[in-house]
């Protein structure tokens, strides 16, 4: 490989057989105090004693970068928006030469980052790019499929691999809340957009529509024409007949879209990317001879009555002694008068949990270990994780329940029992459950929890990727 022989270095292995041993090299003095550079490291050494026979020297290759550029970058179907920041401080850089190469090292664009650290390339044939500032470079693979990047999926947005060969309708229909009493009104409102390759658009015209609305058992109850608006939006309301109860479905159907596609430029994909072209041209296909678009929601219509009575625990008289422990709670009626010698009914239980840290999401706290094992069937892979294989699991445990009467103002004082944990030290979450049951047979149930830490603190260690669970 072309290049000159800038540093050179021995070390002696004192590792048994199958032992790894660690030697550090220093870049600034292999740089001749340079911080920055590329580097082609070549390590090499003979076959041990143990070895009979197998006289013959092993080897390994690596590219190595020490830069203070870096480089973050954001795709869309024509190019590459580039930011260049400082790894040591990141902040933006101002002035960084970026130029980008196809497969073959051609230059196929270059750019220079503003003041804001950014810059735009074309992103046609653009395999690699080359940031140089000052005496600095860094050297990083542009991947064409955004493989190495963060994907939408972290950020809860829907996304399709390819963008569509014609045009689509898509229609979000929601009403004001889930749940209705039989004769209430409901309010309904729909969103109309279109997709294709430019992104979401607006309807060209106002949409003509037809509104069905069924009941629990699929039968049609409402149907009138609609009308969506040039913005795309349509609203109204619906009267509930006093029929059956259940899960009701609520429908607006539009003429299907003509089908005028046009046709994609094939020989500007990749093949991957030509086959997925050819598939999604073929799902539309299948659903080409549609005459029309229909879009739903569901909710349901359930005989109910808001609560005429709440409970609340006292988390100020939670004591906890030894294995002892006990809440007090109060049932009253909404405007205020105590629920005297009401029915309760209570349960505690207690349930092991895992430790995690918003403050140190790169830490792993516990026995945090993870392994795969397969079903009986031989088929079917599931994760375990070791916070689940430890004695007792996951799984809640009751402690303590009864059933008791409130005193005459409405209270009641809790008398229950949290085991002693067995197994790691974890945290733990006890649950107290109170139902209680007024003179008119409703019945209101409320909880209430409290983590009980093991400890004062939590040993953590961040894994990398050397770092191997034993």
């Keep these: 490989m072309p290049g000159r022989k800038i540093y050179e270095q021995d070390f002696e292995s004192t590792a048994r057989l199958d032992d790894q041993d660690e030697f550090v090299i220093d870049w600034r003095e292999a740089l001749n105090g340079r911080p920055v550079g590329a580097l082609f490291v070549s390590v090499e050494g003979d076959a041990r004693d143990e070895w009979t026979g197998r006289h013959r020297r092993f080897g390994a290759q690596a590219f190595v970068q020490l830069t203070d550029i870096g480089l973050a970058w954001k795709l869309s179907a ?117 997709l294709d390759g430019e992104g979401v658009i607006l309807p060209p015209a106002p949409e003509p529509a037809v509104l069905r609305v069924y009941d629990a058992e699929a ?80 909710f349901l219509v359930e005989e109910y009555k808001p609560n005429t009575f709440q409970i609340t625990f006292d988390p100020d008289s939670y004591r906890h002694e030894g294995e002892k422990a006990s809440i007090a709670l109060q049932a009253r009626y909404l405007l205020g008068t105590p629920l005297a010698k009401a029915r309760l009914a209570w349960a505690a239980g207690i349930r092991d949990q895992p430790f995690r840290s ?53 209270r009641a004082l809790i008398d229950f029992t949290i085991p002693a944990p067995t197994g790691a030290p974890r945290p733990r979450t006890m649950t107290v459950e109170a139902e209680v049951t007024d003179l008119n047979q409703q019945t209101i149930t409320e909880r209430w929890h409290r983590t009980l830490h093991s400890s004062a603190f939590y040993l953590g260690l961040r894994p990398s990727a050397s770092m191997a669970a034993t």
């Design 78 to 194: 024509t190019e590459a928006m580039v930011m260049a920041f400082s790894q040591s401080t990141g902040q933006p850089l101002d002035g960084v030469t970026v130029t980008a190469y196809d497969p073959e090292k051609n230059e196929v664009g270059r750019t220079v980052t503003a003041e804001d650290g950014t810059g735009r390339l074309p992103r046609t044939e653009a395999r690699w790019l080359l940031a140089e500032f000052a005496e600095d470079l860094h050297a990083v693979a542009i991947d064409r499929q955004g493989d190495q990047g963060l994907g939408l999926w972290r950020f809860g947005i829907a996304y399709d691999w390819a963008p569509p060969a014609r045009s689509q309708r898509d229609v979000m229909v929601f009403t004001e809340r889930p749940v209705y009493l039989p004769g209430q009104t409901v309010f309904f409102k729909a969103l109309s957009r279109r």
């Design 219 to 298: 039968r049609l109850f409402h149907e009138r024409n609609v009308q969506f608006s040039a913005a795309g939006s349509l609203d109204g309301s619906i009267e509930l007949p006093p029929g059956s109860l259940g899960q009701y479905r609520l429908e607006i159907e539009l003429p299907a879209l003509a089908t005028d596609a046009t046709p994609t430029d094939r020989e500007a994909l990749t093949e991957e990317e030509a086959a997925e072209e050819a598939e999604a041209e073929e799902e539309e296909e299948e659903g080409a001879h549609r005459q029309t678009d229909a879009f739903r929601t569901l």
């Design 358 to 410: 918003s403050d140190f999401p790169d830490f792993r706290f516990l026995d945090s270990r993870e392994s795969y094992y397969w079903d009986e069937e031989g088929d079917t892979a599931a994760l375990v994780s070791a916070e689940n294989e430890a004695p007792g699991g996951h799984d809640s445990m009751i402690t303590d329940q009864a059933v008791i009467d409130l005193t005459d103002e409405g």
